[in-house]
Structures are given as C-alpha cells and as structure tokens.
C-alpha cells in the first residue's frame, strides 16, 4: 500500500455504492509494546498520515483490531492484530475510456451535470473497472487532463449508488472540485430524492435522525445506532408525495449525505424502499395475502429490478460565478411505470 494514498484516503465522506472492505495495512503488536492509544500508535507508524486522519478512520470503522472496530482511545495490547480496511481494493485502477452515452443536464467550463442510469457504477472499484460513469467521462472529456491519469475518482465531489438514477455533479477543473466539495461539506448544497417505500405515513411530513455507521453484523450494508458516539450525525427529511395505500411515494431531502442514507434511514422508520435488497425492501411487507396480489407485486418488482430511488434535484453555487443553480431530471423509465401500475391497482383495487 502507497502511504501517500493511505493518508489521502483515509476518510471518505462520498456516498459509495460497494461498501465490499479490503485490507491496505496490517500489523500485529510486538510482545514488548507498552499499553498506547492506537490512533498515537499508528501515528508513529504510517509515513504521511495525521493524527487527525487515524482519528477519522476510526470512526469510519475502518481500523480493526482483532477483526472488530475500535475507537481512536483503543490501548493497543501485546498480540493485538491491527487492519486498516478501505472501500477499494490495494491496486492502481487504470482508467480505460469508454464511448458510453452520457444523458448531460448542464456542462459549461467548469462542472457537468449528468442524469445517472439505474445500473451504471458511478466510479471503478473492485469488480466494476469497465462500464463506470468515470469511464465514460474519461471517454466525453479526453483532453481534461483531470480524467487522463489513473485517479479512479477523478472531479467527483459526491455519488450515487450504482442501482439509483438521477443528477450528479461533477467538476471539471481542480479549483471547482475543491470548491463544489467545500459546499458538500458545509451542507448547503440542496438536494431532493423520489422513493417509493412500503407502508404509510400518518403525518404528511417527517425527519429521520440517527447516526449511520457499518453494519457491525455485515459490512456492505449500513446501520442506524442509537448512541450517539457510534456512527455519524445524519438526518432526511421527507415529505408525502403520493399513498397508493401499501406504498407510498415521498420525497427525501437530504441535511447529511451519509452513505445509502435514505435507504438505511427509511428502513430504520419500518419503511423500506420498494424493491431495495439490501434493507428487506424486496418483500411483500404490506398488503394482502391474495395470489393475485403477490402476482401484481411481483410484476412490480419485475419492472423496476431495483430500488426505487432517483436522485430528482440538485441545487448548489456555481464555483466561479457564485450563481445558484437549480437543476431538476426526469423520473427514469422503469421508476415511472412503476408508478403508474400503482396508480392502476388503486383505481381498479379488487384484491
């Protein structure tokens, strides 16, 4: 593992749809080592890396002792086997441009905005080096050197998951990169989500808060916690858009930008996304026990195979101009005839 790419990692803040976790650095403790926070340990150890980013790292859950997560404030022991764990494998990742159509909203010197497809892997990672959206960025903007290297993110100022469509942005330039990232990380970007989740909502309007960290059981998955000193702050307001009785559609808008924070937030309020594996969304949770009910759920599932999750709006400050800019997209095809069969069943409801 190149320490200079360790130190630049060691954080990620993106929304990331493959949470599979590799190991970039190992250690076990010597039989001599005197008792040593471990964020001061490794400190001592990883050329180029703050103390500040171990700190980070640790409450990303990716530092592992013994193949569980620990905080910064954990003693390292005689014995202790210690695993710094990243999102992406420990490989240089060649960047191969591909001419793969691109439905762009907006693109001027600065940034591009593209209306993402359910299906398309935003950037290269382990088991997606081909076919990715940095792929076809590095195919449309050959010429920019920002997408001539090997930087398997390169412009990327935050993501979408691989099977939810919709706006993402994109910066063209070093100097709108920072500063596009700079409103990400201040949260006064303005972004908004269409999902149709199970069940109803009592009130038309809601928040959801609660951190978000790993599954401690499954680590491609997220999860809710309660304690406040595990995971990350994240909150999502939604709004009711439409009650089809057993579904609704709502509106998520985002304070945080975790990673699948919608999906694990509406699973956490008993609210699964339609059709969403990951978070129990691919059942039968509401409805009737009829055949011909489970028969229509089924050609639901079967026209939109994934979950019902757009990315809808996207509003920000232009990097140079300062102008706001507010852009919307059009639902995907299979998200919107997803609706109208809903719309179908409830106005011929039988069963």
Request: net charge negative; hydrophobic share 35%.
């Amino acid at each position: 593992m190149v320490q200079d790419d360790l130190q630049e990692n060691f954080q990620d803040e993106f929304q990331d749809d493959n949470l599979e976790m590799f190991e970039h650095f190992r250690i076990v403790v010597d039989s001599g080592q005197g008792v040593m926070r471990i964020d001061k340990f490794l400190n001592d150890r990883i050329t180029n890396a703050s103390r500040t980013k171990i700190q980070a790292a640790s409450e990303a859950g990716n530092i592992l002792v013994n193949d569980q997560p620990v905080k910064s404030n954990y003693r390292v022991k005689p014995g202790d086997i210690i695993q710094i764990m990243m999102t992406y494998p420990p490989r240089e990742i060649e960047i191969i441009p591909e001419n793969i159509p691109l439905n762009i909203v907006f693109e001027d010197n600065h940034l591009i905005i593209v209306n993402k497809p359910a299906g398309m892997v935003v950037h290269p990672s382990y088991g997606h080096y081909r076919g990715t959206l940095v792929n076809a960025l590095a195919h449309y903007l050959k010429g920019n050197e920002m997408f001539n290297g090997n930087d398997p993110r390169p412009g990327l100022v935050h993501r979408i998951d691989k099977d939810t469509s919709g706006l993402l942005m994109i910066a063209k330039t070093e100097q709108a990169k920072i500063e596009l990232s700079k409103q990400f990380e201040d949260r006064s970007t303005r972004r908004t989500y269409n999902a149709l989740v199970w069940g109803t909502f009592p009130e038309a309007h809601g928040a959801v808060i609660g951190n978000i960290g790993r599954n401690p059981r499954n680590r491609k998955v997220m999860y809710v916690y309660e304690d406040e000193n595990i995971g990350k702050h994240a909150v999502t307001h939604y709004s009711v858009l439409e009650d089809f009785g057993y579904v609704t559609l709502v509106e998520c808008r985002l304070e945080t930008g975790r990673t699948h924070q919608i999906r694990v937030h509406m699973q956490y309020i008993k609210h699964p996304i339609f059709n969403d594996p990951e978070y129990g969304g691919d059942k039968i949770l509401k409805g009737t026990t009829f055949s011909k009910y489970k028969q229509f759920v089924q050609n639901c599932f079967d026209i939109c195979p994934r979950q019902a999750l757009h990315a809808k709006t996207l509003g920000f400050e232009h990097p140079v101009t300062g102008e706001s800019m507010d852009f919307d997209s059009e639902l995907s095809d299979d998200f919107q005839l997803l609706l109208e069969k809903w719309r179908g069943y409830v106005e011929n409801r039988t069963i």
